[in-house]
């Protein structure tokens, strides 16, 4: 699956494990090689929120938002409430997400 962020396209990838330096993580925006990493060993709803999450770094970063942030900390206690409060309301809004799951579903059977 690929995911448009401005004018380049994300790689999803479902991964057994996750490295970022020397910890183990759950997710991953690998801005070099343009890929969203997401643990398999979640359930459906963390992996869902996994992916907004990291997401939301590549939003960040295509649009160049990252530069209102002093460091790394700061973008990631951002990201980290902006995607909760996205994920709780696509949750909340199960019609929408049922939607954008459909088109999803349908691009990549079209792939």
Known sequence: MKIKVGSKNYKVKF??????GDDIVNGKCDFAITELQVLKEVSRDQARSLLI???THAMIRECGA???FENPESEELF???YSNML???LR?????????EDNL???IEEE
């Open 79 to 81: 990201v980290r409430s």
């Open 105 to 107: 579903m349908k691009e």
């Open 15 to 20: 991964k057994d494990v996750i490295w970022i």
């Open 92 to 100: 909340d809004n199960p019609d929408l997400l049922e939607e954008l």
């Open 53 to 55: 999450h990291e997401l």
């Open 87 to 89: 994920t709780q309301t």
């Open 66 to 68: 990252n530069a209102f």
